[in-house]
């Protein structure tokens, strides 16, 4: 809505739902005032500017933090950034901020800070900016061992924010029917008659297994949050492999990381899962069925009748065409 010492104004269009609009029209009104969510994700925010070149100096990342909503909002209600008493000015308190980002990106070797206070972005800074990773997550990717499995990988991404949702209480049964499915590969340890699926990484673990192997669920919203969350992993696991090759240097991680993608992305551990289960709406299910009957291939599909895989499938029409 404009650029600060470029624009004189600027035009926002603000979409909301309609229990929103009366506070939305108390703060255009002039009643209220919006707040900045810059300081919650100022790491990334920061690790973007650095690896863009937009930053490249301490005193450039101050200058760049005055030009932000969120220093307009320090300067008017510093106490509800955070900003105790204690600091003598919202200049200090706005240094601390940028300096505790800052070295958190050294500490984890995504920044070089050189002397007199150059800032220089490292691999996996670019990896972290251009694949909108979560400095969380890109720490997650970062502390992979260099002989991590893909069970091991596919734990580490189900354990980021950022594929986390929490277990409602009716979706405990549906995630407990899936996980004692034998599309789900990976088990958690103990008899799988015994597991309950309770934690948040442990839902987004299972519902990784569920979508490569195309299991449906009778609950809608836990099949859209299977779709998002097998979508940001494969984003995710995109960022692992360019780590492995450009920063790490780890040849295995990489490769295991491109197995889960192509499995995420084909809906199948291997082929010799089934190739079928490639096709939208086969799932694992109905290619164990053909394969049964002796059907594996692509082409021995075409070479069989409408009728014979609807049989062997147990689908209805239109499955066979």
Known sequence: AGRPGLDTS???????????????????????SAESRLLQNLVDVINTEISQRVVTHKNGAIRWLQTTFLFTRLLKEP??????????????YMEHLLQRAINNLVEADFVKLEGGGAIEPRPASHIMSHGMVPFEAMQSIASLPHDASMCQILKAMSKMDILSTCVRRNEKRFLNEC??????????????????????WEKAFVLLQAYIGQYEFTDFTLNQQMAIIANNAQRMLLAAQDYSVKASRHGFV?????????????????????????????????????RLAGIASFQQVLDTSDEQLEDYSGKPKPFGK
């Open 254 to 290: 990489a490769l295991q990381c491109l197995r889960l993608r192509r499995s995420l992305h084909f809906n199948m551990w291997k082929e010799e899962s089934g190739v079928l289960n490639q096709i939208d709406g086969v799932g694992q299910l109905v290619t164990s069925k053909l």
């Open 79 to 92: 106490k509800k950034y955070a900003m105790s008493p204690s600091w003598k000015s919202v200049d200090e």
């Open 179 to 200: 996980y004692k499915n034998e599309i789900i590969l990976y088990k958690f340890d103990g008899p799988a008659s015994k597991v309950r699926i309770q934690e948040p």
């Open 10 to 32: 600027g035009v926002a269009v603000i979409m909301t739902d309609n229990k929103s609009k009366p506070l939305i029209e108390h703060q255009i009104q002039g009643l209220g």
